[in-house]
């Protein structure tokens, strides 16, 4: 009876993060869901423990990487190889070493994540290292598989309500505007998209995080030459890639730097990008010292939707 009724809130998690992935299509949310998934099924039905934390290993690893990928826009493709170990182990290894696999496993994406300077990834992390250990505990102790329930509900939370934010902020941005994937010409975004979005402006950041670019001749780290086109090209493509926003508040630069129409095909490029990733690049501020001839080829190559 205890099993079931801790077996509840896990299914309760593993729903708002199918959910989370349905809406935002992030794919961390649904691998997060399976794990969730399997680590209840695990406490409701005894004689398949080990087998569902292998499966929690494996689909928590998928998921760990996916979301570092999500953060970082940057592809971490060879560490999903490593997913499958403990599944073989499970399969292949006496009961003992399968433990010690599962458990350095599941450490490792713990390590992963506190390894990040964002606080709610470190918190993240830690209580992983925990789960690792209580879960790994519990093939042989029951009070230990009680309490993973308890750690595994409270990394759903964290997952839930602070992760997410950026797939959050395009959820209510979406109930806003009529969010379309391309290219979108907005006068003004809520605060909150300039705070996870990835940002390419004519104004220097509040914070350097790294995803905001200033467009400038000046050097320095975060800043971009307002002619280096594809390098801002190359940086948003693997941030559409992850499903991220991104936006652009420096046409009217970008134009008198490089002529209209190279950015012309700058922007059909980062249209058909996002149309392929179903994600959306906001260009900021107003067409109106564009010329109508202008403006027809916005049209013409993004699409009258669009402009």
């Known amino acids: 009876m205890e099993q079931l009724i801790l077996m509840v809130p896990l299914l309760v998690v593993y729903v708002l993060l199918f959910y989370h992935y349905h809406k935002s299509r992030s794919n961390y949310a649904i691998y997060y869901a399976l794990a969730f998934l399997s680590l209840g099924v695990g406490l409701a039905i005894e004689s398949t423990y080990l087998a569902s934390i292998s499966f929690l290993s494996f689909f928590y690893w998928l998921a760990t990487i996916r979301l570092l990928e999500h953060l970082e826009f940057e592809e971490k493709q060879e560490l999903l190889y490593a997913s499958p170990v403990p599944l073989a182990a499970y399969i292949f290894f006496p009961r003992l070493l399968a433990v010690i696999i599962i458990f350095v496993a599941l450490s490792l994406t713990g390590f992963m994540m506190l390894m990040k300077k964002e606080k709610n990834i470190k918190i993240l992390g830690a209580l992983t290292l925990i789960l690792a250990l209580v879960s790994a505990l519990g093939e042989y102790k029951s009070f230990f598989r009680y309490l993973s329930a308890v750690i595994g509900i409270s990394i759903g939370y964290v997952i839930v309500a602070g992760i997410s934010e950026v797939d959050l902020v395009k959820i209510k941005l979406s109930e806003e505007f009529e969010i379309k994937p391309g290219i979108m010409f907005l006068e003004s975004v809520p605060r909150d998209l300039l705070k996870v979005a990835l940002v390419f402006s004519r104004r220097p950041p509040e914070k350097n995080d790294g995803k905001w670019f200033w467009i400038t001749k000046l050097e320095g780290k975060n800043n971009i030459g307002p002619t280096d086109l594809h390098k801002i090209l190359d940086l948003a493509v693997k941030h559409i890639k992850k499903g991220g926003i991104v936006i652009i508040d420096c046409l009217e630069y970008l134009i008198l730097e490089n002529g209209f129409e190279r950015v012309l095909k700058f922007l059909a490029q980062l ?37």
Do not use: F, H, P, Q
């Not at 392929?276 to 049209?299: F, H, P, Q, W």
């Open 271 to 307: 249209r058909d990008y996002a149309i392929m990733y179903n994600s959306t690049v906001i260009i900021l501020g107003s067409l109106d010292k564009l010329s109508e001839r202008e403006r027809a080829m916005l049209r013409s190559s993004l699409g009258d939707n669009n402009v």
